[in-house]
């Protein structure tokens, strides 16, 4: 392991409306963590989703088409079922992965975070991960 620290940042800290105190998982709303290798964001990523910390619908971002398969393919190893939502597919492919994260055949989406013609409408989407850093403000601005 590198000599990096995972930063972790709470906002807003809220209760439940029987005023239950929230768990310490619950509590967080951003995590940012500084990898030294690439493979070190791949073991994180997978930890996150077996241990729970993002749960539900979740999205994940990434710069280019060769990374986004490389996601899918390392999550579909651990037997979770992921799909890529990239701008060069045709648009009837597009609408028929978005129907069938909403009517929840999987839970994990990756896409990039340009290039799309129209944005992608989603929906109930609980947790939204930045494997990349977004090449501008602009680009990271619309994916979230």
């Known amino acids: 392991m590198g000599t990096e620290k995972a930063l972790i940042i ?3 800290p809220q209760s439940h ?3 239950k105190s ?3 998982y619950e509590q967080i709303s951003h995590l940012y963590v500084m990898t ?3 493979l070190d964001k791949y073991i994180l ?10 749960q539900g619908k979740t999205v994940i971002m990434c710069n280019d088409v060769i990374e986004a398969y490389r996601i899918k393919l390392f999550l579909n190893k651990f037997s979770l079922k992921a799909f890529v939502l ?3 597919m045709p648009r009837n492919q597009i609408g028929s992965i978005i129907h069938f994260f909403h009517i929840g055949q999987f839970d994990i989406l990756v896409m990039l975070h340009t290039g799309y013609s129209s944005r992608p409408i989603l929906k109930d989407v609980q947790s939204i991960v930045n ?3 977004p090449s501008t403000y602009n680009s990271y601005k619309e994916s979230a």
């Open 131 to 133: 494997f990349d850093v």
């Open 17 to 19: 409306a029987d005023n």
């Open 22 to 24: 929230l768990s310490l």
């Open 45 to 54: 990523l997978f930890s996150c989703v077996k241990l729970a910390i993002l």
């Open 10 to 12: 709470k906002l807003n």
């Open 86 to 88: 990239a701008p060069e």
């Open 36 to 38: 030294e290798h690439d």
